[in-house]
């Protein structure tokens, strides 16, 4: 069951590991914070706990935020 990430220089394929993976699972998996982060699935923004479906499109977006 894969879905597409989108994210810095990655636009890739991967394969869901559980029927449980999260937006949190694969925030993780990536070693990056939700605290910096925008998620979208399927265009749409969504919260970290969001499970991910097979076909989904995730797309991680850097939040920018200074002085």
């Known amino acids: 069951m894969p879905f597409t990430l989108k994210?810095?220089?990655?636009n890739e394929e991967r394969e869901i590991p559980s029927d449980d993976y999260t937006i949190k699972d694969l925030l993780n998996e990536l070693e990056v914070s939700?605290?910096?982060?925008?998620?979208?699935?399927?265009?749409?923004?969504?919260i970290?706990?969001?499970?991910?479906?097979?076909?989904?499109?995730?797309?991680?977006?850097?939040?920018i935020y200074g002085g």
């Open 7 to 10: 994210y810095k220089d990655i």
């Open 48 to 63: 970290e706990d969001t499970v991910i479906n097979d076909g989904d499109e995730i797309q991680l977006v850097q939040i």
């Open 34 to 46: 939700a605290q910096t982060m925008v998620s979208k699935q399927n265009g749409e923004l969504v």
